[in-house]
């Protein structure tokens, strides 16, 4: 990856981020993977134990696998998706897991097998608050749930253009990308991303992305 395309939402920083995963070896990996423009200022092998260091440190992201003792990224995304994004790395590619982990309030869920610089460009998409998903296992939840929801018809207060930015939003792509794709500003997407919000009754926009999968919005 480049330096200038690994640096691009510089505004932030570098991201403060937490890892929970109960394999020390695979923490260490990962930490060498995320490069100077992340910090990982705490560990922790199960959910109870990541609970306590997100608490302490207060981070700007938390990488969490799955599958950990103390109840796993499920009950450790529950606790704390509220306050911060929360991405699951996981190998699990099961339908399941990931509708349980976006119903828990993960923003993102990527598998383990993701190249280091997706990785980063995911991860820095996911520090700004935007959904981030692997995309065959986002395609899988929209076919889960339209069949789940079929005959449904959301969104009715949404004009036509707020509805494509719910897509889009829901596929995971950023401001900027939905902006290009819809020939739009970047700052038009984020105006029609507060309304959506205010139209849906939500406040977040990873809640968006539950909407629209509970709806079956692709």
Same mark, same amino acid.
């Given at each position: 990856m480049s330096e200038s395309n690994e640096r691009e939402p510089s505004s932030l920083g570098p991201v403060k981020v937490v890892i929970a995963d109960d394999h020390r070896i695979w923490r260490s990996g990962l930490r060498a993977d995320l490069g100077d423009n992340f910090r990982v200022v705490g560990?922790?092998?199960?959910?109870?134990?990541?609970?306590?260091?997100?608490?302490?440190?207060?981070?700007? /992201?938390?990488? &969490?696998? +799955?599958?950990?003792?103390?109840?796993?990224?499920?009950? +450790?995304?529950?606790?704390?998706?509220?306050?911060?994004?929360?991405?699951?790395?996981?190998? &699990?590619? #099961?339908?399941?897991?990931?509708?349980?982990?976006?119903?828990?309030? #993960?923003?993102?869920?990527?598998?383990? &097998?993701?190249?280091?610089?997706?990785?980063?460009?995911? /991860?820095?998409?996911?520090?700004?608050?935007?959904?981030?998903?692997?995309? &065959?296992? #986002?395609? /899988?939840? /929209?076919?889960?749930?339209?069949?789940?929801?079929?005959?449904?018809?959301?969104?009715?207060? +949404?004009?036509?253009?707020?509805?494509?930015?719910?897509? +889009?939003? #829901?596929?995971?792509h950023s401001y900027r990308e939905i902006g290009e794709e819809l020939y739009i500003a970047e700052k038009t997407v984020e105006n029609h991303t507060r309304n959506i919000l205010k139209k849906l009754q939500l406040n977040r926009k990873q809640e968006l992305v539950r909407y629209a999968l509970d709806h079956g919005i692709e």
């Open positions: 560990e922790a092998g199960d959910a109870a134990e990541a609970i306590e260091v997100i608490e302490r440190t207060k981070p700007d /992201l938390v990488l &969490s696998d +799955l599958h950990m003792p103390e109840g796993g990224g499920i009950a +450790l995304a529950k606790a704390v998706a509220e306050s911060v994004p929360v991405v699951m790395l996981t190998v &699990s590619e #099961a339908e399941r897991d990931l509708l349980d982990a976006v119903a828990a309030g #993960a923003i993102g869920y990527l598998v383990k &097998s993701t190249e280091p610089e997706e990785l980063r460009r995911e /991860l820095w998409k996911a520090a700004r608050g935007e959904p981030v998903f692997s995309p &065959s296992l #986002a395609a /899988l939840v /929209l076919t889960e749930f339209r069949r789940l929801k079929k005959g449904d018809v959301p969104g009715e207060a +949404l004009t036509e253009r707020e509805r494509g930015v719910l897509q +889009l939003v #829901a596929r995971g």
